[in-house]
C-alpha cells in the first residue's frame, strides 16, 4: 500500500498567518526560500517541517518528529509571554530570541549551526539540556534584557562570545584569540552565583577580595585550554552588571588606604574554594563609585567591562578588588592591620608599590613610645613579608 503524503506549501515571496499549526504523521509543511510564515499560537510537529524562509510562533513549539531547515531557513521565538521550545534534540540552523520575556528551551541537546540571534527576551535551559554552538555558529546582541542563562558549549578557537546571564544580572564574557593544542577545543561557560554554591571566595596574593555575587565557570571538554606553564588561554574580555564590590562583598574591611591602591580587575582559580589571584588587566570603565560617608571607605562597581593583559587559562574567574599598578613608584603604606584579621592580606604590615629600587630603599616603624620595632631594607620582603606585629624583643606590640 503507497503512503499519501500531504504537502503544505507556502509560496516564495507570500507571508500567512496561521491561527494555530499541526502537522499531521506522513505529512509535511514546506516554507520555501525567501518566504516566512506566522503561527499566532503553539506549533505541534508530528510530521515534517522543512524550513528554507521564516518562521515564527508565538507560543509554544513542539516538534517529535524531523525539523530540517538546512542552514538556510530561520526560526523567531515573538511571543509576548513566556515560550516553551522543544524540537526532537535536532539542530537548528538560525533562531532568534524575541518573545520579550522568556523562551525556554527542552532536550538534552540543542544546537546552533548557523546563529543564534539574542534580540529581546532570556533564553533559559530547562534541566538537563545543553546548548550547543556549532564551530561554524555564533552568537550575536545580547543585552541584560536578552542573554542565556544556562550552560553555552562552543566548538573552535579563535574568538567566542557567550552572553550570560542569572536572575537580573548581565555577566557576559568574551574569549578572544582562544589558543589551545591537541584536539578540537570544546568548551562550556556559564555564570553562576557563590551563594548557591554554599562557598566564600578566598582572594590569594595581590587580591583584596573577591566578589561573592557572581563566578564564571569554563569547563574544558576537548583540547587544552587550562595550562598556566604555555600559552594555552584566552584573552578575556568581561562585563559584569551590580557586581556590588563592598566590604560586606569580600568579608572584610575596604579602607581609605585599600580603596586608594586597589583596582576593580578580574581574578582566576583552578578551584572554586582556591585561592583567587589577579589577572593582569584594567577597567574599561570608569564605573566604581567611591562613598566616603562612613569610617571606611567603600564602593560598588555598579557596571564595568574588563580587559585583561595576561591569558585567562583556569577554571573560575571573578570580579575582583586587586592591588593596583604604580608605574610612577608611589609607595601605599597602610595605616593599620590586625594579625588576627580574617583576610590574610589584613594580617601583616606591608608596603604596596611597584617599580621601587632595592638600593636605599629602608622602612621603619616606632611605637608609641619613640622605640623601634621593626625595619626592613629589603623591598621585596617589605612588600611580601612584612611585619606580624611582634617587636624586636618576639613580644606582641599593643594596640596603637
Do not use: C
Not at 99 to 119: H, M, P
Not at 329 to 336: E, M
Request: charged residues 15%; proline residues 4%; aromatic residues 10%.
Amino acid at each position: 500500500m503507497m503512503k499519501k503524503l500531504i504537502f503544505l506549501v507556502v509560496f516564495l515571496f507570500t507571508q500567512r498567518l496561521y491561527a494555530q499549526v499541526s502537522i499531521q504523521p506522513l505529512a509535511t509543511l514546506w516554507i520555501g526560500d525567501e518566504s516566512s510564515m506566522s503561527i499566532g499560537t503553539d506549533v505541534n510537529n508530528d510530521g515534517s517541517i522543512q524550513n528554507l524562509g521564516l518562521m515564527t510562533f508565538s507560543q509554544n513549539w513542539t516538534n517529535t518528529n524531523t525539523y530540517n531547515d538546512g542552514d538556510l531557513g530561520r526560526l523567531e521565538a515573538n511571543g509576548s509571554g513566556s515560550q516553551i521550545m522543544s524540537n526532537n534534540n535536532q539542530s537548528v540552523g538560525t533562531l532568534n530570541v524575541n518573545s520579550g520575556i522568556e523562551l525556554t528551551l527542552l532536550g538534552t541537546t540543542f544546537e546552533i549551526r548557523k546563529e543564534l540571534s539574542l534580540i529581546n527576551g532570556i533564553l533559559r535551559l530547562g534541566d538537563g539540556t545543553s546548548l550547543v554552538i556549532a564551530e561554524s555558529g555564533t552568537i550575536t546582541r545580547g543585552s541584560i534584557s536578552s542573554f542565556v542563562e544556562g550552560t553555552i558549549t562552543q566548538f573552535g578557537g579563535g574568538s567566542r562570545f557567550y552572553p550570560l546571564g542569572i536572575e537580573s544580572f548581565y555577566m557576559p564574557l568574551s574569549l578572544l584569540d582562544i589558543q589551545n593544542s591537541g584536539t578540537s577545543l570544546e568548551m562550556s561557560v556559564r555564570v553562576a552565583l557563590y551563594s548557591d554554591a554554599g562557598v566564600t571566595p578566598l582572594p590569594g596574593r595581590g587580591v583584596v577580595g573577591v566578589s561573592n555575587y557572581h563566578y564564571w565557570e569554563i569547563n574544558e571538554i576537548n583540547g587544552t585550554f587550562f595550562d598556566p606553564t604555555s600559552t594555552n588561554g584566552s584573552i578575556v574580555q568581561a562585563s559584569f552588571d551590580n557586581a556590588n564590590i563592598s566590604p560586606t562583598a569580600f568579608g572584610s574591611t575596604i579602607n581609605d588606604f585599600s580603596r586608594s591602591a586597589t583596582t576593580v580587575g578580574l581574578v582566576q582559580s583552578s578551584s572554586l574554594e582556591g585561592e583567587y589571584l589577579n589577572i593582569k588587566g584594567e577597567l574599561s570603565a570608569d564605573d566604581f563609585n567611591e562613598d566616603t560617608s562612613g569610617p571606611n571607605s567603600t564602593g560598588t562597581a555598579e557596571f564595568g567591562t574588563i580587559d585583561t593583559v595576561d591569558p585567562v587559562n583556569q577554571m573560575y574567574v571573578g570580579v575582583g578588588l586587586v592591588a593596583a599598578s604604580n608605574p610612577d613608584g608611589i609607595i601605599f603604606i597602610p595605616s593599620a592591620f590586625s594579625p588576627a584579621a580574617i583576610n590574610p592580606e589584613d594580617q601583616t604590615f606591608r608596603v604596596f608599590a611597584d617599580n621601587i629600587q632595592n638600593d636605599g630603599f629602608n622602612v621603619v616603624v616606632f611605637n608609641s613610645f619613640g622605640v623601634e620595632v621593626y625595619s626592613e631594607d629589603n623591598f621585596p620582603d617589605a612588600t611580601t613579608i612584612g611585619w606580624d606585629g611582634t617587636n624586636k624583643n618576639g613580644k606582641d606590640e599593643p594596640m596603637g
